[in-house]
């Protein structure tokens, strides 16, 4: 789409090219900028050429580079990118990376140009990124305008739909996952009303080395809902849990209670799996 509106765009080179001139917005893939109008912006900010690393291997765990594409996240996930080294053999939680990335209302094409930082400020419920960071404990890392930096947990960085607490002149710098998440046993479940349709619910399970677990439920509920257990749950527990969590809403592509009850599906066929 034309942005008939935009009449400046500069490239970001050092971080003092962060600051926002009125009416201008940082770019990084653009694939939701571009695909409607922008009445309010009048200038693009381009993050691409700040060269941030696009993955980071540390015995911390993954530093992800905001402005790392989704399909360049998949192919490393997968031990394809021919441009890095494979992934740690123990991180088996990545299995979970080209699940999330396909429960993306999005073509592959759009993952070559759509960042993983990009889909996490957007915030949309159903964001896929967001399902992954949130089950995989991701940290946001933000730099604030006037140069210092925060870091906050993805799933406490959604306030709402397409809604978020960063302040205008912030910028996610990179979401961190700890090795001991990426250490788990992960799966991911997600279901929409149609076959190639937005998620309607994503369902992530994870159980870590010391046999705790991590429920995560996304898409159906406005903001992530996370479960923490010591060990994997009863059934009548999650199940209680999940029914319970805050947010199920209700918009064309789902009911509120149809999102619930096959969000408390989804984790129960991740925990039975989880338990064999």
Not at 99 to 124: E, M, P, R, Y
């Amino acid at each position: 789409m034309d942005i008939d509106t935009v009449t400046s765009f500069r490239r970001a080179r050092t971080r003092a090219d962060l600051a926002l001139a009125p009416g201008e917005t940082f770019l990084a893939g653009g694939t939701w900028l571009m695909s409607e109008p922008q009445p309010d912006t009048t200038g693009f900010v381009d993050l691409t050429t700040l060269g941030w690393p696009a993955l980071e291997v540390s015995p911390e765990g993954l530093r992800i580079g905001a402005t790392c594409t989704i399909a360049h996240f998949v192919a490393w996930a997968q031990g394809r990118a021919a441009d890095a080294s494979a992934p740690p053999a123990d991180w088996t939680a990545l299995r979970i990376v080209p699940d999330a990335a396909n429960a993306l209302l999005a073509s592959f094409k759009i993952w070559n140009t759509a960042t993983v930082g990009g889909n996490i400020c957007q915030s949309f419920s159903a964001a896929a990124m967001v399902a992954l960071a949130a089950g995989l404990d991701g940290i946001a890392v933000v730099w604030t305008p006037d140069g210092g930096e925060r870091r906050v947990g993805v799933a406490d960085l959604m306030t709402g739909n397409a809604t978020n607490d960063l302040v205008r002149g912030e910028v996610v710098r990179a979401i961190e996952l700890p090795a001991r998440a990426l250490r788990s046993r992960a799966r991911l479940a997600k279901i929409a009303l149609a076959e190639h349709g937005r998620s309607g619910a994503v369902v992530t399970a994870r159980v870590d080395e010391d046999g705790s677990s991590v429920f995560g439920v996304t898409a159906a509920t406005l903001t992530p809902a996370v479960l923490r257990y010591d060990a994997l749950p009863t059934a009548d527990r999650l199940a209680a849990d999940v029914a319970s969590a805050r947010g199920y809403y209700t918009d064309p592509l789902g009911a509120a209670d149809w999102r619930r009850a096959v969000s408390g599906v989804l984790a129960e066929r991740l925990r039975r799996e989880l338990a064999a």
